[in-house]
């Protein structure tokens, strides 16, 4: 499933993918470079398993699958939305003094 080609691809799509989702979403998200890119790869799974759901792509390789450029910009603002959930919830209450 996995060959060199396929881990540049994803190196490539994920800095593409996850500087936009970065842009798009407005808001302070401070992330080191590949911390970016992880978000981005991350986004192209997300959004190969969308189109998996939503369009039926690649039925042999299954749910699990990287997607395109656009459905991995679209993978990463879900998932850069996702995280600022959950980091909501976990910082607590904020007391001021």
Known sequence: MFNFWTVVYLIVVGLIAGYLARLLVKGSDPMAWWQ??????????????GGYLLFGWDEDEGF??????????????????LWRL????????????
């Open 36 to 49: 970016t890119m992880l978000l981005g790869i991350v986004g192209s799974f997300i959004g190969g398993f």
């Open 86 to 97: 959950v980091r909501s919830r976990t910082a607590g209450p904020q007391h001021r003094g």
């Open 64 to 81: 699990f699958q990287p997607s395109g450029l656009i459905f991995s910009i679209l993978g990463a603002v879900v998932a850069l939305l």
